[in-house]
């Protein structure tokens, strides 16, 4: 169980560059499929496939595509965000400001010209050298039984993410969520670079890969187990968690 908790504790997500000249092993790729394979999904109904991209030329192609943040991205980004590492260790939910770009940290400057420049990014300055590339599609055609706007089949892909996570965590692969590879404006060019069907949309993509030697990775927060756990009534926070999960 230790094992458990050490393995969830240790899976971070990876902000930082990846060695492009260190692939993935192919044996640590079959492992993160087969995780995937395993998710629970509403049903059983294994609403996803995935596009395992290595291809350095391909890599490259999608590099080149522009990615622009709207401004409701701007906004409801900005209210997650804390400006220092002591503000976020007392928050203990969201993430640090730095790392974005300073006009996106900035609610006045989100009208400017500058602004509007570096709202419009090549996918490059995501990829960050990634050697491998997942792009997660979730199958329109199928649907979790009457369930409103088919959240219950989102879940689930909720479910193969993180499967996926803890796998390539456990083999010491570093993994980031590509958010915006599901926005609806890369969609089209996605689809025709990867071949896709048309049923098929992207529901997040994943990069892959080994940090570089230097890197250094921000620090992360969680809320106390008695902040979100309540035991009979709601308010009442009884759990502070075990020695085993502190
Ligand atoms: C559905 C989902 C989408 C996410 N999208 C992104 C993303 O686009 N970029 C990113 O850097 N992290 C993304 N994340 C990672 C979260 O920001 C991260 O899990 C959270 O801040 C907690 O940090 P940790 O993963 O290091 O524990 C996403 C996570 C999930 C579950």
């Given at each position: 169980m230790t094992d458990l908790v050490g393995l969830l504790r240790s899976r971070r997500s990876a902000r930082v560059p990846f060695d492009p000249a260190r692939p993935i092993a192919p044996g640590d790729l079959d492992l993160i499929l087969e995780a995937a394979r395993w998710a629970p999904t509403p049903h059983n109904m294994q609403n996803f496939e995935i596009v395992v991209v290595d291809d350095a030329a391909l890599l490259e192609s999608l590099g080149e595509i522009p990615t622009t943040v709207s401004p409701e991205f701007l906004r409801e980004n900005y209210a997650q965000l804390s400006f220092s590492e002591e503000e976020l260790a007392r928050r203990k939910v969201g993430i640090l400001?730095?790392?974005?770009?300073?006009s996106w940290l900035d609610p006045a400057a989100w009208e400017s010209p500058l602004a509007g420049t570096e709202r419009t990014r090549k996918l490059q300055s995501s990829l960050l050298g990634c050697p491998m590339l997942l792009v997660v599609l979730y199958d329109t055609g199928r649907r979790a039984p009457a369930s409103q706007g088919d959240a219950l089949g989102l879940i689930g892909l909720g479910c193969v993410l993180e499967n996926m996570w803890l796998a390539a965590q456990s083999r010491g692969i570093s993994l980031q969520v590509l958010a915006t590879l599901a926005g609806g404006d890369l969609g089209p060019v996605l689809a025709k670079l990867l071949n896709t069907p048309d049923r098929m949309r992207v529901a997040f993509g994943c990069r892959l890969g080994y940090p570089l030697a230097d890197s250094v990775e921000g620090p992360r927060v969680r809320r106390d187990t008695g902040g979100f756990a309540f035991h009979n009534v709601y308010g009442n926070a009884d759990f502070s968690g075990s020695p085993d999960t502190r």
């Open positions: 400001g730095a790392g974005f770009p300073p």
